[in-house]
T-cell receptor, first 112, second 111 residues
Framework: NAGVTQTPKFRVLKTGQSMTLLCAQD?????MYWYRQDPGMGLRLIHY???????AKGEVPDGYNVSRLKKQNFLLGLESAAPSQTSVYFC???????????FGSGTQLSVL | DAKTTQPTSMDCAEGRAANLPCNHS???????VYWYRQIHSQGPQYIIH???NNETNEMASLIITEDRKSSTLILPHATLRDTAVYYC????????????FGPGTSLSVIP
């Protein structure tokens, strides 16, 4: 049982480049989330999804897009990367609202 | 979601109980208290949660005051592997899709 898997684990981009982070969960969870974590700070919610085909904005959505075409996958896209998006990105999932979150191991992204 | 306040950092001697406080004075009746921890740069890990009764599992105990305005996470016999950042979150089961993590408490277990 892999739980929540994030790919890639590390990535370096140049300003203006685009990329997609993939989150996959094998627990048949309805809810999926993308967070970012900056040094010395807690996690900030970027976008979330309450089911296949649905997405919603979180606390810091600007500069990111997401898609949930399949229940098990939640993609986070950066269309034109900026240095301010240098961060560690975490994906999480939960079975239903109110249940505990399961987190992936994170993606460390550097934008030069 | 109710705002939570935690100390920035704490130390605990190895083998002793670690008591991590959390203030959530604006918590509403339908909001649960959740605790997670994050070891080094790994993804956060769920520890325990409760509504108003004290809770215990294989990892920790959660003590919630009668007025529910504060709680304490207890790690009964801290080990070096418990060194981590601990997050306290107060959230309802109808707004869990908006759960927000604050800076948490950095716990250092000292040999």
């Amino acid at each position: 049982n892999a739980g929540v898997t994030q790919t890639p684990k590390f990535r370096v981009l140049k300003t203006g480049q685009s990329m997609t982070l993939l989150c996959a969960q094998d627990m048949n969870h309805e809810y999926m989330y993308w967070y970012r974590q900056d040094p010395g700070m807690g996690l900030r919610l970027i976008h979330y999804s309450v089911g296949e085909g649905t997405t919603a904005k979180g606390e810091v959505p600007d500069g990111y897009n997401v898609s949930r075409l399949k229940k098990q996958n939640f993609l986070l896209g950066l269309e034109s990367a900026a240095p301010s998006q240098t961060s560690v990105y975490f994906c999480a999932s939960s079975g239903h609202t109110g249940e505990k979150l399961f987190f992936g191991s994170g993606t460390q992204l550097s934008v030069l | 979601d109710a705002k939570t306040t935690q100390p920035t950092s704490m130390d605990c001697a190895e083998g002793r109980a670690a008591n991590l406080p959390c203030n959530h004075s604006t918590i509403s009746g339908n909001e649960y208290v959740y605790w997670y921890r994050q070891i080094h740069s790994q993804g956060p890990q769920y520890i325990i949660h409760g509504l108003k009764n004290n809770e215990t599992n294989e990892m920790a105990s959660l003590i919630i005051t009668e007025d529910r305005k504060s709680s304490t996470l207890i790690l009964p016999h801290a080990t070096l592997r418990d060194t981590a950042v601990y997050y306290c979150i107060a959230t309802s089961q109808t707004s869990y899709d908006k759960v927000i993590f604050g800076p948490g408490t950095s716990l250092s277990v000292i040999p």
